[in-house]
C-alpha cells in the first residue's frame, strides 16, 4: 500500500505530483491512501511514492481544470476519484469528454458546487469594521462547504486592496494588510466582530443597488441559502424595501448613477473591461472575445440582438455582419439615426457549432442568456434608455425577463419592470433566412414599420 501525505486539503500541487508519478508507474487506485496534514501515515505499510516516470503520458487540459476545482471539494474520497479518473485517461484520453461516465459526472457535479461555493464566498462576505493600533480594520465571518477560502483570496485582496482587513473561518483565516496576503489558524464565529459601523455603508450601498423588480423570493433563497443571512445586514431591509419597491425605482438608477460621480462614459468603460474577462458561462471558451454593446452612453433608444455573429466575433463589435447591416439599412428607412442609438447584444459571446471549418450559429438557451443578463442589466443601469427594442425571441426574453412570443408582442409599447419602454420586434437574420424574397420583402417592410412605430412612441 502507497500512502501519501498532502500538506492540505486543497494541496493541488502536492496531490498532482505524487498522482503523476503514481500513475506513470501504473500504481493501480487500490494501492494508495491519500492522508491529509498530521495523520498517522504507518497504518497501511510504507511504501514511497515511486520516484520514477518509466512510463510517461499526457492527460487533457479538461481533467487538470476539473482536477484543480474538485481538490477544493469538501468530500475525503476526491483524491482516490481523480487518481481513478486519472489511471482511466492514461488508457482512454477521450473518456473525459464522455459526458455519460459515471464518475466523469460525479466529478464534475463536485466541481460544479466548488464554483457555487466560490461565488457564495464573493457575493456574501460582509465586513464589520475593528479599531486596531493601525488604525481601522474590516473583518469578516464565513462558512464554506468546501476548501475554497485559500483559493478566493486573491479576489478579495485585489477587490478591496485599499483595506486592511481579515476573513475568519473555521479552517483558516485570510489576512490582508494592504501589501500582501498572510494566513492564520481556523477561528469561532465568537472571534469575529459583532459590531456594526459598516452595516451602514453596506445598508446604504445594498438599498441604492436593490432592484425590486427582479425580486423573486424562491430564486432569492436559492442563491442567497438562509445559512448567510445572519451574516448580512441588508436582509433586514429587504421587507421595507419591497414595501416601496415601485417608487424606489427611479431614485434607484439616479442613486446609482451619482455614485459614479456622473462619470457614466468612464463607468461603461470600465463595465466593458471587466465583460471582456467574463467567465459567468461556458460561452466564453470558443468564442474569440466578448462582444460589447457600442454607442452614446446618453443613447435614448437601446436595440438589443440576439448574441454575436461570426463576423462580430471576429471584429469585436456588435451589428457589423450581413444582418447588422440589413439592420443599419432598416432603420435609416425608419427615421432613426444609427449613431444616436445604443445597440447591444442579449449574450455577449458567439455559439457555435465547428463544422469543418465553418463556425455556424448556435441559439443560446435559457441559461445562457439567464447568465449574460447580468451585462445587460448593467448596460440599462448606465444607459438608462427610454426605448429598449428587442430584435428576436432571445432578446425579447432578456428584457422582459421571461420567454415571449414575437407575434404576440410585437408593434407595441410593453412597460419594463425596470423601467422605460420595451419594444418587441423581429431579428433582422430572421429576414436573411427567408427563401421567398417575395415574403421577405414583405416581413422587411414590416420590420421597418415596427422600427417607426417605436421611434415615433419615443418622440410622443
Ligand atoms: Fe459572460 Fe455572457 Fe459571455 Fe456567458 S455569454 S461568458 S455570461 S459575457
Known sequence: MRVVGLSAEDDFEGWRDAARALAAARVPPSEIVWQVGDQPVDLFGDEAVPQSTAHPFRVPRAFLDLAQAVILHSDPQRFALLYTLLAGLIEQPKRIEDRADPLVRRLEEKAKAVHRDIHKMRAFVRFREIEDDSGARYV???????????????????????????????ELSIHWDGAALAEGPGATKAEAPAGDPIEDVWKTYYASIFNPARLKTG?????????????????????????????????????ARTAMGGNIAGAWEKLRDEAMGCTRCHLYRHASQTV?????????????????????????????????????????EAGIERAGVYV??????????????????SKPDAGEISAC??????????????????????AARQILGKAATITA????????????????????????????????????AMFVEDLKGAAKTLSS
Not at 416601496?244 to 442613486?255: H, L
Not at 443578463?373 to 432571445?394: D, F, K, N, S
Request: hydrophobic share 45%.
Open 344 to 361: 447591444t447584444n442579449a449574450v455577449k459571446h458567439f455559439k457555435f457549432e465547428q463544422r469543418g471549418k465553418r463556425r455556424i450559429h
Open 409 to 444: 408582442m410585437r408593434g407595441r409599447a410593453l412597460e419594463l419592470a425596470e423601467g422605460g419602454l420595451g419594444w418587441v420586434t423581429i431579428h433582422p437574420s430572421f429576414l436573411l433566412r427567408m427563401p421567398d424574397r417575395e415574403r421577405a420583402a414583405e416581413e422587411y
Open 219 to 255: 430564486a432569492m433563497l436559492k442563491e442567497m441559502p438562509r445559512k448567510y443571512w445572519k451574516n448580512m445586514p441588508e436582509t433586514a431591509l429587504v421587507k421595507e424595501l419591497v414595501a416601496g419597491a415601485r417608487q424606489r425605482e427611479t431614485a434607484m438608477v439616479q442613486t
Open 140 to 170: 469578516a465571518w464565513f462558512e464554506p462547504e468546501h476548501h475554497i477560502v485559500r483559493a478566493n483570496a486573491r479576489f478579495f485582496a485585489d477587490r478591496f486592496a485599499n483595506m486592511r482587513w481579515s476573513i475568519l473561518t473555521p
Open 292 to 332: 460589447f454593446g457600442e454607442g452614446p452612453v446618453d443613447a435614448r433608444m437601446m436595440f438589443v440582438g440576439e448574441q454575436p455573429g461570426d463576423q462580430e466575433d471576429l471584429a469585436g463589435h456588435p451589428f457589423v455582419g450581413p444582418a447588422g447591416q440589413m439592420f443599419n439599412r432598416a432603420i435609416a
Open 373 to 394: 443578463r447580468w451585462w445587460y442589466e448593467q448596460e440599462r443601469l448606465l444607459i438608462r434608455p427610454e426605448m429598449t427594442v428587442a430584435l428576436g425571441a432571445t
